[in-house]
């Protein structure tokens, strides 16, 4: 098994900045990508980021394209999102997961490990 914890979430105002981690222990060697999903209230939940793990190479959906970044680090098995221009449509739970079923990197199924969630609200 692997376990998942992420932390950072909060309040912030929108245009500000948070940074997301999350740390993966256990049987780490099963993950070949670690992505974030969100979920806000109403919808289902959406994809946002992915990193491979070996190549780092990094996945995003279009709506964070250029105000997030994910990052990894591999000797903490520990993922990062750092979100900048925030807006309040970015409000929702984010949840950190790892992948370890071959799939798209979008696809949630994919992802067999996933975190409790950190809430992120922005306000206006």
């Known amino acids: 098994q692997v376990q998942l914890v992420e932390s950072g979430g909060g309040l912030v105002q929108a245009g500000g900045s948070l940074r997301l981690s999350c740390a993966a222990s256990?049987?780490?060697?099963?993950?070949?990508?670690m992505g974030w999903f969100r979920q806000a209230p109403g919808n289902e939940r959406e994809f946002v980021a992915a990193i491979s793990w070996s190549g780092g190479t990094p996945y995003y959906t279009n709506s964070v394209k250029g105000r997030f970044t994910i990052s990894r680090d591999n000797d903490k098995n520990t993922v990062h999102l750092q979100m900048s221009s925030l807006k309040p449509e970015d409000t929702a739970v984010y949840y950190c997961a790892a992948k370890n079923i071959v799939g798209s990197m979008s696809y949630g199924r994919g992802y067999g490990y996933w975190g409790q969630g950190t809430q992120v609200t922005v306000s206006s």
């Open positions: 256990g049987r780490t060697l099963d993950i070949y990508a």
